[in-house]
T-cell receptor, first 111, second 111 residues
Framework: DQQVKQNSPSLSVQEGRISILNCDYTNSMFDYFLWYKKYPAEGPTFLISISSIKDKNEDGRFTVFLNKSAKHLSLHIVPSQPGDSAVYFCAASYNNNDMRFGAGTRLTVKP | NAGVTQTPKFQVLKTGQSMTLQCAQDMNHEYMSWYRQDPGMGLRLIHYSVGAGITDQGEVPNGYNVSRSTTEDFPLRLLSAAPSQTSVYFC??????????FGPGTRLTVL
């Protein structure tokens, strides 16, 4: 079963606007959540993470929000830039064990 | 510092053939993992290792074997390739708590 779900396969936004990527999970044991960015023909690269004891983490233009009661997290990119165009994967793990990934959301930022 | 390296980058096999995908990391990471990426499925965990001599199964382990004799290397073996194993394979390593570093991937086609 897919424990981490990204229900939007694609998202298109205008340069300068906000991009919001969403992720839902089913396993309440998950205690660490991450976002990865992937360009074609490359491996995923780590973007930002959040522990389950927090509800928000910021790093420059990127902010991750965690709503544990809803088992939902989101990634906000403000302002969006054309170089942000990539596939974004949400991931989760618990007790430092194996990491589960969502199916990914393809973000396109239009100039 | 090369990070995580994978060989080969591309491979074509016939059904029933065997092969080993190589993965090495020079960051002295304890944790290493193998994932496969398929369209609409995201990254699915095949096998992982928490240290030399210790391996465990992930979500989709059938048809694959692994071993971890050194900290640096984590090869993935396909004993009898099947068309369902056509995919892009990523090796990753990480420290605690959770950020993973991915290799560039191996694109495998099984005819």
């Amino acid at each position: 079963d897919q424990q981490v779900k990204q229900n939007s396969p694609s998202l298109s936004v205008q340069e300068g606007r906000i991009s919001i990527l969403n992720c839902d999970y089913t396993n309440s044991m998950f205690d660490y959540f991450l976002w990865y960015k992937k360009y074609p023909a490359e491996g995923p690269t780590f973007l930002i993470s959040i522990s389950s004891i927090k509800d928000k983490n910021e790093d420059g233009r990127f902010t991750v929000f965690l709503n544990k009661s809803a088992k939902h997290l989101s990634l906000h990119i403000v302002p969006s830039q054309p170089g942000d165009s990539a596939v974004y994967f949400c991931a989760a793990s618990y007790n430092n064990n194996d990491m589960r990934f969502g199916a990914g959301t393809r973000l396109t930022v239009k100039p | 510092n090369a990070g995580v390296t994978q060989t080969p980058k591309f491979q074509v096999l016939k059904t029933g053939q065997s092969m080993t995908l190589q993965c090495a990391q020079d960051m002295n990471h304890e944790y290493m993992s193998w994932y496969r990426q398929d369209p609409g499925m995201g990254l699915r965990l095949i096998h992982y290792s928490v240290g030399a001599g210790i391996t465990d199964q992930g979500e989709v382990p059938n048809g694959y074997n692994v071993s971890r004799s050194t900290t640096e290397d984590f090869p993935l073996r396909l004993l009898s390739a099947a068309p369902s194993q056509t995919s892009v394979y990523f090796c990753a390593s990480r420290t605690q708590p959770n950020e993973q570093f991915f290799g560039p991937g191996t694109r495998l086609t099984v005819l």
